[in-house]
């Protein structure tokens, strides 16, 4: 049977049964703490981890110093691998460069064709042979006078200005039984290497004069004393020689190229040089000479 208790006590018995000692219930208190603690997730505590440094780079550098060491030690391998063997080439010695020879000098130009003449005539003089005069006209032809000790000397010079062109007077005299016998002799002709105008027109005083005040201060210059110049007035023929002097052969030359210089209208017409002094070499000479001027012709 029910029973209902109205009243405020409570039944002591049930109260009793109902009732948990303390350290119980402690005890189960903590029991459900620990259980809700196991239950609810706990947080973890997470350390930052620190950046280490981007290594790439180096270690590439580290690659790239490994190859270029791989390489350089096993370059003969690789490079025998792309090389072709060759036929072993036979060397020759190259001959030794030939010596450079001095180039001869330019010999000195001719101021005028009688130079040309002169100086033929007078590499032909052999030894033991001089010469006292020589008459050079314009277009080569010749007259020279001279002395000699030998006979076959001047054979020899005789032979050799006939190779040069026509020799049309042999004044020789016959050879002597004396071995000290002198022999003057006359050679005359015409040299066939000169080239030289056809025509040659005569020059009046007029133009002569202005050419020899152009040289008449120049004597020490050339070497030379002037004997005989144009003077105004003056009326000169075909066998006339205007111009005279003395010096060496090498002024008498300057003269000239002076008064006839090279490409120029005016020439040497005929000329004669003779040795300053009887019986000495041409060295210091005596020279009379007449000039032409080129026809217009």
């Known amino acids: 049977m029910l029973k209902i208790n109205l009243s405020d006590e409570q039944d002591d ?5 109902n009732a948990v000692p303390e350290e119980t219930a402690a005890e189960s208190s903590d029991a459900e703490t620990i259980s809700a603690a196991r239950e609810e997730p706990q947080e973890e505590t997470v350390e930052p981890v620190k950046p280490r440094g981007n290594r790439a780079p180096i270690l590439v550098l580290v690659a790239l110093i490994a190859a270029v060491v791989l390489v350089y030690t096993q370059k003969d391998t690789i490079l025998g691998l792309f090389s072709t063997e060759e036929e072993p080439v036979e060397q020759v010695t190259s001959p030794p460069p030939p010596v450079a020879q001095p180039e001869p000098e330019p010999e000195p130009e001719e101021p005028d064709p009688t130079f040309v003449a002169l100086n033929s005539i007078s590499d032909a003089v052999p030894p033991r042979v001089w010469l006292s005069s020589m008459v050079i006209m314009y277009d080569g032809g010749y007259e020279i006078k001279g002395m000699a000790f030998s006979h076959n000397a001047i054979l020899t ?9 026509a020799l049309t007077t042999r004044g020789i005299p016959k050879k002597a039984k004396s071995s000290e016998t002198v022999y003057s002799f006359t050679l005359a002709g015409k040299l066939g290497s000169i080239a030289v105008p056809e025509i040659l027109d005569a020059i009046g005083a007029d133009r002569l004069v202005p050419l020899a005040e152009s040289i008449k201060t120049k004597g020490k210059d050339y070497n030379v004393t002037f004997l005989r110049l144009p003077k105004p007035g003056q009326e000169y023929t075909e066998k006339d020689l205007p111009f005279s002097l003395e010096g060496s052969y090498g002024g008498l030359k300057q003269v000239v190229a002076d008064l006839c210089p090279e490409g120029g209208d005016t020439k040497v017409y005929r000329i004669i040089v003779s040795p300053a002094a009887p019986g000495r070499v041409f060295d210091k000479v005596r020279a009379s000479f007449s000039l032409r001027t080129v026809s217009a012709i």
């Open 13 to 17: 018995s049930r109260n009793e049964n």
């Open 157 to 165: 010079l005789a032979g050799t200005l006939e190779k040069q062109g």
